[in-house]
């Protein structure tokens, strides 16, 4: 087992190598190597030291995709390609419906989708299609983000555009360190069910929200197209890398920014910030008696 001296080293040299800002990585660096000089990591061992370092890393860099994560169970330390950790996740979106939790018809004909995860764009559209069929006749629709935990900018901008009368709305950019590019990613051209416009969208939030949840919430909001009404999110808005350290520890390295063209920045350590502010346990009955109220 290496030693935690070891475990650091390892962890600083992928976020000095990846992270997306070269001179916070450099600020995290100096002060997590301070505090293993100065032995406060000596007691430490398991989640109990991922969960340490993860927050002086964060002190020195907020940033909430970088991160030392502990799995108990053991996973192989060799270097994971980036084809491995897509198929990792696209079979954890086909396990959890490619992110839909829950479609319901409420009250008042108004459209409920509870949405856990953003999924792949390839393989989430047919979910994604049926979802929205299934409320496209209604007068008013809830996207309830209050437990989606992150997923892909392909998958925001899918979701995003059934919102969009057409391809030609700009949604996002997302700048890459390592091969110095930005791609951007816009409404697309053809979806598989019909677009839901020209009636009121309420995004729901709380504090669970984070990062591809973040990315619709978001992307609706500075368009004017959806009214946020919840909690303030997480605010993670950097797509990330995973780097085995050992059997039991990965560090997440931040690689690249999303950027908004209409704000020219985004959530990230500042979250979401709901039109409406209310507990989110609160948000869904606030949200359902707004859109009653809304005129057919």
């Known amino acids: 087992m290496p030693s935690n001296a070891e475990i650091i080293n390892n962890a600083l040299d992928h976020i000095a190598a ?45 940033d909430r995709h970088l991160r ?34 829950r479609v319901e018809r409420l009250d008042g004909n108004i459209g409920y989708l509870d949405v856990r995860w953003i999924p792949d764009a390839g393989e989430g559209a047919h979910a994604i299609g049926a979802a929205m069929e299934l409320v496209a006749g209604t007068r008013a629709l809830l996207l309830d983000l209050r437990e989606c935990r992150g997923g892909l900018p392909s998958g925001a901008a899918m979701w995003c555009s059934y919102f969009f009368p057409d391809g030609g709305v700009h949604l996002n950019d997302v700048y890459e360190r390592s091969t110095d590019s930005t791609r951007q990613y816009w409404t697309l051209p053809y979806l598989p069910a019909p677009r839901y416009l020209d009636r009121p969208v309420y995004v729901l939030t709380g504090a669970t929200t984070f990062s591809g949840g973040e990315d619709v919430a978001y992307t609706l909001q500075a368009h004017g197209r959806a009214e946020v009404i919840g909690e303030v999110t997480r605010g993670g808005a950097h797509p990330t890398a995973h780097h085995p350290v050992t059997g039991h520890i990965t560090v997440t390295v931040p690689t690249a920014r999303t950027i908004n063209p209409l704000t020219g920045t985004n959530w990230e350590g500042v979250g979401v910030r709901p039109d409406r502010t209310v507990p989110a346990e609160k948000a869904l009955e606030t949200a359902h008696e707004e859109a009653q109220r809304r005129p057919a």
């Open 68 to 101: 030392l994560l502990w799995q108990d169970e053991p996973r192989s330390a060799e270097p994971a390609d980036e084809d491995t950790g897509m198929a990792a996740f696209l079979a954890l979106m086909r396990a959890e419906s490619q992110g839909i939790r």
């Open 18 to 62: 990846g992270y997306i800002f070269p001179r916070r990585a450099a600020e995290a660096d100096r002060a997590v190597r301070a505090r293993l000089a100065a032995g406060e990591y000596d007691a430490l061992s398991g989640a109990a030291f991922c969960e340490a370092v993860t927050a002086h890393l964060q002190e020195a860099c907020p």
